[in-house]
């Protein structure tokens, strides 16, 4: 009898057979495909003025989007800025796009709740399919608070070809491969010219980071083994049950003390002391790092494997764009929030997101399939920590499971007062976890270099 025939190598030769099918054919379907643009009567161009482009958003901060001190999260602001970059590239394109990749990003100032942040996005340069998308963030605090820089951000965009959505496994496969040509991009003025030189400078650098980055890859594809092992409950260090606790509505209620017990805040200076009916607060000296007596007694160290969290999200309609596919912003969302999550079990305190380093988009996901986000605290320095964050998508009617995208998130620990706590130091426990470690340092400093140059190019002077 002739030996089976392994299904992976069906797979792959079933893979390979279509896409030669739509290299071949794919130019001569598309002449045959309806395009709404030319069919509404207009005409696809070749440039497009860069101004055409410009979107202008206004958003306003509510309890919502923030944490319980009143500070936004950094997911919902990206997740703005990835709406009005994509209709900035759409406009531009006059064709579905979608985000390929996001920049670091980095905030310098935080976002509470009731203030107006004004999102500004236009394409500062397209080449043959992509387009590079220029954010600005700036807030101001009602009634009469100063307008001030918050962050700067840029989105890579591939428009895709305007088609009806698919309906067959093989139209979606060669939808998602079939990127559309775009308009070039035409600067005016001085501002939009040297936007559009900088471009291309990004652009090669985002390409020698790419080449450059290989055995980085690989150390992070052996933490995305561990995680998953430790997804289906394969961890060295068991988890400790949690805590039985009675509801406080069924504890007797504890006897109060006498207020004349009391002792009196050594800042406060009483009335009966100055003479006078008023009650004058002393503001105390603010501190490098936080004292607070009210802070969680924390250990001076911890397992990296002990942060370990995971987020698993359903990707319904509103999630994604017209052509189903999730929303990059929505990605960036979820990444973060388990993200905190990990960050929170290390540290046992307030937390804010202050920067994301560059991520790339390997493969969408689409509305109907699961998206898996799993984190771990790469490594922690004195009062933050950064956090490694990596998004599988599952396809439930084929079982299938690919990589999507990672990053590596940067969180500061502070106390009520937003005075940096000291944190306990994650330990990597095997040779994994202690590449990922080592290389903390590096992307530590590479960090700070870029943060130092937007503050220059904002301030107008060398930090």
Same mark, same amino acid.
């Given at each position: 009898?002739?030996?089976?025939?392994?299904e992976?190598v069906?797979?792959?030769m079933?893979?390979?057979?279509?896409?030669?099918?739509?290299?071949?054919f794919?130019?001569?379907?598309?002449r045959?495909?309806?395009?709404?643009?030319?069919?509404a009567?207009?005409?696809?161009?070749?440039e497009?003025?860069?101004?055409?482009?410009?979107?202008?958003?206004?958003?306003?901060?509510?309890?919502s989007?923030?944490?319980?001190?009143?500070?936004?999260y950094?997911?919902?602001?990206?997740?703005w800025?990835?709406?009005?970059?994509?209709?900035?590239?759409?406009?531009?394109?006059?064709?579905?796009?979608?985000?390929?990749?996001?920049?670091?990003?980095?905030?310098?100032?935080?976002?509470?709740?009731?203030?107006?942040?004004?999102?500004?996005?236009?394409?500062?340069?397209?080449?043959?399919?992509?387009?590079e998308?220029?954010?600005?963030?700036?807030?101001?605090?009602p009634?009469?608070?100063?307008?001030?820089?918050?962050?700067?951000?840029y989105?890579?965009?591939?428009?895709?070809?305007?088609?009806?959505?698919?309906?067959t496994?093989?139209g979606?496969?060669?939808?998602?491969?079939?990127?559309?040509t775009?308009?070039k991009?035409?600067?005016?003025?001085?501002?939009?010219h040297?936007?559009?030189?900088?471009?291309?400078?990004?652009?090669?650098r985002r390409?020698s980071?790419?080449?450059?980055?290989?055995?980085?890859r690989?150390?992070?594809?052996?933490?995305?083994?561990?995680?998953?092992?430790?997804?289906?409950?394969?961890?060295?260090? +068991? !988890?400790?049950?949690?805590?039985v606790? @009675?509801?406080?509505?069924?504890?007797?209620?504890? /006897?109060? #003390? $006498?207020?004349?017990?009391?002792?009196?805040?050594?800042?406060t200076?009483d009335?009966?002391e100055?003479?006078?009916h008023?009650?004058?607060?002393?503001?105390k000296p603010?501190?490098?790092?936080?004292?607070?007596?009210?802070l969680v007694?924390?250990?001076?160290?911890?397992?990296?494997?002990?942060?370990?969290?995971?987020?698993?999200?359903l990707?319904?309609?509103?999630?994604?764009?017209?052509?189903?596919?999730?929303?990059?912003?929505?990605?960036?969302q979820?990444?973060?929030?388990?993200a905190?999550?990990?960050a929170?079990?290390?540290?046992?305190?307030?937390?804010?997101?202050?920067?994301?380093?560059?991520?790339?988009?390997?493969?969408?996901?689409h509305v109907?399939?699961?998206?898996?986000?799993? +984190? !771990?605290?790469?490594?922690?320095?004195? @009062?933050?920590?950064?956090?490694?964050?990596?998004? /599988?998508? #599952? $396809?439930?009617?084929?079982?299938?499971?690919?990589f999507?995208?990672?990053?590596f998130?940067?969180?500061?620990?502070?106390?009520a007062?937003?005075?940096?706590?000291?944190?306990?130091?994650?330990?990597?426990?095997?040779?994994v976890e202690?590449?990922?470690?080592k290389?903390?340092?590096?992307?530590?400093?590479?960090?700070?270099?870029?943060?130092?140059?937007?503050?220059?190019?904002?301030?107008?002077?060398?930090?």
């Open positions: 009898m002739p030996e089976p025939v392994d992976n069906l797979t792959r079933r893979n390979y057979s279509t896409e030669t099918f739509l290299n071949v794919g130019p001569v379907i598309s045959f495909l309806p395009d709404p643009w030319t069919e009567g207009n005409e696809r161009v070749a497009k003025s860069a101004f055409l482009s410009r979107v202008t958003m206004t958003e306003f901060i509510s309890p989007h923030a944490d319980t001190k009143g500070f936004a950094a997911g919902p602001i990206l997740s800025c990835d709406i009005a970059a994509g209709i900035a590239a759409k406009r531009h394109a006059n064709a579905p796009s979608v985000t390929r990749s996001v920049d670091d990003v980095q905030f310098l100032y935080p976002l509470r709740v009731g203030d107006v942040l004004t999102i500004q996005a236009s394409v500062n340069k397209a080449w043959n399919t992509s387009m998308v220029g954010i600005r963030m700036e807030a101001e605090t009634p009469a608070g100063p307008r001030r820089f918050v962050a700067h951000a989105m890579t965009f591939v428009a895709l070809s305007p088609v009806a959505p698919p309906k496994g093989v979606r496969l060669w939808l998602d491969s079939k990127p559309l775009v308009p991009v035409v600067p005016h003025s001085p501002t939009e040297q936007r559009w030189e900088m471009a291309e400078r990004r652009r090669q390409f980071e790419k080449k450059a980055t290989g055995e980085m690989a150390q992070l594809e052996q933490i995305r083994i561990l995680l998953r092992e430790w997804s289906l409950g394969l961890r060295r260090q +068991s !988890i400790s049950e949690a805590d606790i @009675s509801h406080p509505a069924l504890i007797p209620p504890i /006897e109060e #003390e $006498d207020e004349s017990n009391e002792v009196s805040s050594p800042t200076i009335a009966d100055t003479h006078t008023l009650k004058v607060d002393i503001p603010r501190r490098r790092y936080s004292t607070a007596s009210y007694p924390q250990p001076c160290e911890k397992s990296i494997e002990l942060t370990y969290a995971e987020v698993v999200e990707v319904m309609p509103q999630h994604a764009n017209t052509l189903q596919i999730t929303f990059g912003g929505q990605i960036i979820w990444m973060e929030t388990c905190l999550v990990s929170r079990r290390l540290a046992c305190t307030y937390l804010m997101t202050a920067s994301i380093d560059s991520l790339q988009f390997i493969k969408p996901t109907g399939e699961v998206v898996t986000v799993r +984190s !771990i605290v790469s490594r922690t320095f004195k @009062s933050s920590i950064e956090v490694y964050v990596s998004v /599988e998508g #599952e $396809d439930l009617r084929t079982g299938e499971t690919y999507t995208n990672d990053a998130f940067t969180i500061v620990a502070v106390d007062e937003n005075i940096p706590v000291k944190i306990p130091h994650a330990v990597p426990q095997n040779e202690a590449a990922l470690y290389g903390a340092g590096s992307r530590r400093e590479r960090r700070l270099a870029l943060r130092n140059e937007i503050l220059a190019i904002t301030t107008g002077h060398e930090q």
